[in-house]
């Protein structure tokens, strides 16, 4: 129902019944549940004839009439945006500020930083200075699919896709239900930490938020060799 | 392989990063062969150490050891 053009849909036992509405913009409402018997009640059901001032008003009149609703309600109209996950309270990995203008016009006493990740694959000159920082920005949208097998990565790492400049980027979760964010916050100071290594032998950090019920960080993707291969060398 | 992942772990340590929970899914082997550390989930930052983490209180065995004990996943 997330990506397809209903509006309507119901979640059902044999006994009990949830209605589900979903908005244009992908809001989706979900009834109180209802039960179709007295039985059910002390299980926090309610029963339908609460709705009505009739007393034989029963599930069958609500499911009759929600049938009517899907037949008569127009598809809902898929906007580009549909598809995209939008990550709340998020941030991103940015290059520090320049260094402010010597306005006293002396050189230089001491080199200025470097940025240690050269790309080559070497060690670098560990250098004690932050060449990144973790900013807030405005929005981040990504292409993020965790119900598909090709999107898992294992444990709680997903593939997604950053939607500003198409990269590929692993998204990786705890269940806030579960665990509290100090776990992500946690590595996301250390990768913050040893950004010299980054693009070496530890992924760029891309950005942290919240998806959902989840709070995440954002690596980028490394595309690895599969295992049967590094065993047959 | 054996020494670049050690060369790899050993970078870290030199940044006073404990991984805290080193084990064979969490390195991986990219496409060039080079070795790529993850999850750093359970790393702790040893200040002060200037590199030398292998001490009796800070290192990966005794991290590993704690996690342990403590009924924590470890594999």
């Known amino acids: 129902m997330c990506w397809n053009s209903h509006a309507y849909a119901i979640l059902t036992t044999t006994a009990g019944f949830v209605f589900l509405f979903r908005d244009d913009v992908g809001n989706l409402w979900m009834s109180q549940m209802f039960a179709s018997n007295e039985s059910l009640a002390p299980g926090g059901y309610v029963l339908p004839s609460t709705l009505s001032q009739h007393y034989r008003f029963t599930i069958l009149h609500i499911l009759y009439w929600f049938t009517h609703l899907t037949e008569t309600t127009e598809p809902v109209v898929e906007r580009d945006l549909a598809q995209v996950i939008r990550v709340m309270d998020r941030y991103q990995t940015k290059p520090l500020h320049p260094p402010p203008p010597n306005i006293t016009n002396q050189p230089y006493t001491t080199p200025m930083p470097q940025y240690a990740n050269t790309g080559t694959g070497g060690y670098g000159q560990y250098h004690g200075n932050y060449t990144f920082s973790l900013e807030p920005v405005d929005e981040l949208l990504l292409d993020f699919k965790p119900w598909l097998a090709e999107s898992r990565c294992g444990g709680r790492a997903f593939r997604a896709t950053l939607i500003e400049g198409n990269h590929e980027i692993v998204v990786k979760s705890w269940d806030s239900y579960k665990h509290d964010s100090s776990q992500r916050d946690n590595e996301v100071s250390i990768y913050m930490k040893i950004q010299s290594l980054w693009n070496v032998c530890v992924p760029r950090l891309v950005g942290k938020g919240e998806i959902d019920f989840c709070h995440s960080l954002f690596l980028e993707f490394v595309k690895v060799k599969p295992i049967l291969i590094i065993l047959l060398q | ?75």
């Open chain 2, 1 to 75: 392989m054996a020494n670049k992942v050690q060369q790899a772990f050993a970078e870290i340590h030199k940044l006073d990063v404990i991984h805290g929970d080193v084990r064979a899914a969490n390195i991986l082997v990219a496409e060039d062969e080079s070795i790529w550390i993850l999850d750093f989930e359970y790393a702790q930052v040893v200040f002060g150490s200037r590199g030398q983490v292998f001490t009796d209180e800070a290192s990966e065995v005794r991290m590993l050891l704690d996690r342990i004990q403590r009924g924590e996943p470890y594999c």
